[in-house]
């Protein structure tokens, strides 16, 4: 028995609702931990490397996983949120800075790069409702998304200096979550609350 059948066997004895939930592989080796954190929270998961043939119509929810490069060298990606439209998404890390580039705002290299580091998120609790503030959170990337959102998002929490590493869409269930949740560092688990009244 591998790690997601016991995590299947785990979730079915909890009885979960299931959310048809389609994962986007960007070709990143947290991708696995990015599933099984949503298994975890009642997710039926089928991960996609290639966006060929995919159906939206019979998902109910789009997780855009991380990933090297910035947002411009995945225009298929880009491609299927217009199509996606107003149904709820969750971007990780890369999926994250997708989710900005999208509205229109800016994703720049940094010149301090994390990778595996531990970060205290500031939040006014309006969203991570269960979570203190700040909150230690796990970052993993070299890209960060400019201070300034662009009209369209809001952000849900930034780093001691101003840095946002989340935020969500203002006028539908688009979350993006510039660290990594899925990391065994991070403190967060999934909540369907988040994109399901």
Not at 69 to 77: K, N, Q, S
Request: with cysteine; net charge negative.
């Amino acid at each position: 028995m591998n790690i997601f059948n016991v995590i299947e066997l785990y979730s079915s004895k909890r009885q979960l609702k299931k959310i048809k939930t389609l994962l986007i592989n960007h070709q990143d080796s947290f991708t696995r931990n990015v599933q099984a954190w949503l298994v975890l929270g009642g997710c039926d998961v089928h991960v996609y490397d290639n966006l060929d043939g995919v159906v939206l119509s019979e998902y109910d929810f789009l997780v855009l996983g991380p990933g090297p490069g910035h947002p411009e060298d995945w225009p298929a990606t880009l491609s299927l949120m217009k199509k996606w439209k107003k149904k709820p998404m969750l971007g990780i890390c890369l999926g994250c800075q997708l989710i900005v580039h999208y509205f229109g705002g800016s994703v720049e290299k940094d010149g301090d790069p994390c990778h595996g580091e531990n970060v205290e998120m500031h939040h006014d609790k309006s969203f991570f409702l269960e979570y203190d503030s700040p909150l230690l959170v796990t970052r993993y990337n070299s890209l960060m998304i400019g201070k300034h959102l662009p009209d369209g998002l809001v952000k849900l929490g930034s780093s001691e200096r101003g840095d946002v590493l989340a935020c969500k869409a203002v006028h539908q269930h688009w979350i993006g979550m510039l660290f990594h949740p899925d990391s065994f560092l991070s403190e967060v688990k999934f909540n369907a609350r988040w994109f399901f009244d």
